[in-house]
């Protein structure tokens, strides 16, 4: 069953502007993670934020956690065409053989 | 570079027939990999966890004599798709964790299945 839930579904912002994207989770986490995928392809790994952390960075890439209200964002400062994808949360809970679960994704584009 | 390799990447086949997909980790070794399915524009839905020297983990609703899966060395799982049919197109997606130097999941480029 799905884990997280992103929102918004879809973004579309013009190039240079910032986007903030949203998660929500239902159950105790030991981590969240976001993943990246451009259209037909495989994922790629952006950024993990441990359940004991409230915000990361790298790159333009900052993540937040708040593990309070089971909820976490992804902000991609100075957007790029090129960051134009769809993007997921996922969350691996406590249990001793937990794995990772997917939200339904949100679809950004960046218009150059 | 990819760390992780699938192939193939896409393949058609008639129905009743059987489809095998690699996944292999590239330069380091996997004792567990996942298999997972995406229909178009949707989420990764997790099929079965393939563990290296012993039966693999089928999620919920996942027919294991379907799908089966064979984790034969620390770098190499397979899916095998028996007598697919149409609903079976689908794009399977492997990955493989990686715990150092980071804790992370690597992902295969997919394959991307067509069945007439």
């Known amino acids: 069953s799905q884990q997280g839930e992103e929102d918004p579904q879809a973004l579309s912002i013009q190039e240079g502007e910032n986007a903030t994207m949203n998660c929500s989770y239902k159950?105790?986490?030991?981590?969240l993670q976001w993943y990246r995928q451009n259209s037909g392809r495989g994922l790629v790994h952006l950024i993990l934020i441990r359940s004991n952390e409230r915000e990361k960075h790298s790159g333009r890439l900052r993540v937040t956690l708040d593990t309070s209200k089971k909820s976490s964002s992804l902000l991609i400062t100075a957007s790029r065409a090129a960051d134009t994808a769809s993007y997921f949360c996922a969350t691996v809970g406590t249990g001793a053989n937990s794995k990772l679960t997917f939200g339904k994704g949100i679809t950004l584009s960046v218009r150059p | 570079g990819a760390v992780v390799s699938q192939h193939p990447s896409r393949v058609i086949c008639k129905s009743g027939t059987s489809v095998k997909i690699e996944c292999r980790s590239l330069d380091f070794q996997a004792t567990t990999m996942f298999w997972y399915r995406q229909f178009p524009k949707q989420s990764l839905m997790l099929m079965a966890t393939?563990?290296?020297?012993?039966?693999?983990?089928?999620e919920q609703g996942v027919e294991k004599d379907k799908f089966l899966i064979n984790h034969a060395s620390l770098t190499l799982s397979t899916l095998t798709v028996t007598s697919a049919h149409p609903e079976d197109s689908s794009f399977y997606i492997c990955s493989a964790p990686r715990l150092a130097p980071r804790e992370t999941q690597y992902f295969g480029p997919g394959t991307r299945l067509l069945v007439l």
């Open positions: 159950t105790s986490i030991n981590n």
């Open positions: 393939s563990n290296e020297g012993s039966k693999a983990t089928y």
